[in-house]
């Protein structure tokens, strides 16, 4: 069946440096693409998507990257503060508002 | 963006005993919500979709019959844990939207 795999599964960085995960799909009719910011004991908040005719989306310090040529999409966050501490989760569907098939996540740690 | 809430945040139960955990829409509504569950350090699970007016559909390995699910309105989704046991712990999170889906802020359930 369709999956996603997500990497790294941990990530510690410095503070102010740039942190990237990355997934990887199997359906090649994925047409959106998504990542979620979860806090402990919260739920998922939705912090940018992409469509698959976008090969870039930016949002202040956080940015979405999609190759569909090799099925993998990419989070990138620059300049990284301690509230960027979270587990990330990415998700794929093949349209807005579909179910989501989802990564394993990637728990991110800012270092001071 | 839209509010998706849940009650209770938490409850704690006795094994055997039912729990219903409430989904609510605040400001759209929802014909469809998603139900899913988390264990820790672990990615959501998708339990079911509830469609209002209708039957839920139910994802492969998830008993119908234990996890009852009820979408009598446009804005509130019920799930019901029905003779809950220890293994039935975890987070219980729900999502809704039209375009976009907003999530819950959770449900931890605790079977002693």
């Known amino acids: 069946g369709e999956n996603v795999e997500q990497h790294p599964s941990t990530l510690s960085v410095q503070e102010g440096d740039s942190a990237v995960i990355k997934c990887t799909y199997s359906?090649?009719?994925?047409?959106?693409f998504l990542w979620y910011k979860q806090e402990l004991g919260k739920g998922p908040q939705l912090i940018i998507d992409?469509?698959?005719n976008v090969g870039e989306k930016k949002d202040q310090r956080i940015a979405v990257t999609l190759n569909k040529t090799a099925k993998h999409f990419s989070l990138h966050i620059t300049e990284t503060q301690p509230e960027d501490s979270a587990v990330y989760f990415c998700a794929a569907s093949i349209r807005r508002n579909y179910q989501l098939i989802w990564g394993a996540g990637t728990k991110l740690i800012i270092k001071p | 963006g839209a509010v998706v809430s849940q009650h209770p945040s938490w409850v704690i139960c006795k094994s055997g005993t039912s729990v219903k955990i409430e989904c609510r829409s605040l400001d759209f509504q929802a014909t469809t919500m998603f139900w899913y569950r988390q264990f820790p350090k672990q990615s959501l699970m998708l339990m079911a979709t509830s469609n209002e007016g209708s039957k839920a559909t139910y994802e492969q390995g998830v008993e119908k019959d234990k996890f009852l699910i009820n979408h009598a309105s446009l804005t509130l989704s019920t799930l019901t844990v029905t003779s809950a046991h220890p293994e039935d712990s975890s987070f219980y999170i729900c999502?809704?939207?039209?375009?976009?889906?907003?999530f819950g802020p959770g449900t931890r359930l605790t079977v002693l």
């Open positions: 359906d090649s009719a994925s047409n959106y």
């Open positions: 999502s809704g939207g039209d375009n976009e889906q907003f």
């Open positions: 992409i469509r698959s």
